[in-house]
């Protein structure tokens, strides 16, 4: 379990098709406070540590990825340097400073437009038509792990405002129009939905 507070932007050094993917990621954390078997979000991805150690005066942890999971989001797009929002696993009596976030994404959002608003900038993104249905007004979104209120909605398409801190802090300040995005929506909405589903 997260709550989508990205907490380090990680880099990818190492891709190889083993049977399942794996990726070497290096990052901030110190390979000695991460459990092998440990849970990291890795651009929203909940993935599970298989090995970790130290090098170059960085840390690094490897992932294996399945299949499935490749299908499901936009880890086909990693390569060697791609940056990646990272957070580890809620800890009981942690902060809970976004919402509840899974890391099981539900499929892919795309960046259709990109406006700046004084410091802050508004991208907009195009949701699957499954899964738009769940992206309410001021409701919340998990976008590449990132936990974020939605500004607007207008059918398959929501806004998003980035403040300068959020675009620093992440990734989101490196992203274009055309950029392929992991969406999970929010769990209270998905049982919302599916108790009108039942009433109706």
Known sequence: MFTGI????????????????????ACAFDPDGIDLGASIACNGVCLTVIDKGASEGRGWFDVQISAESVSKTN??????????????????????GGHIVSGHVDGVATIVDMQDEGDSTRVTF????????????KGSVALDGTSLTVNEVNGL????????????????????????????????????????????
Request: aromatic share 8%; no cysteine.
């Open 6 to 25: 990205i907490v380090d932007v990680g880099e990818i050094t190492m891709l190889e098709q083993e049977g399942d993917l794996r990726a070497r990621i």
């Open 126 to 137: 195009e949701a699957p038509a499954t899964l738009a249905k769940f992206i309410a007004p």
């Open 157 to 200: 398409r929501f806004g998003v405002n980035f403040i300068p801190h959020t675009k620093d802090a992440t990734t989101w300040g490196k992203v274009k129009v055309g950029d392929r995005i992991n969406l999970e929506i929010d769990t209270l909405a998905r049982y919302v939905a599916r108790l009108a589903e039942w009433q109706s």
């Open 75 to 96: 880890i086909s797009e990693w390569k060697s340097g791609s940056p990646v929002n990272l957070e580890r696993a809620l800890k009981v009596g942690d902060e809970l």
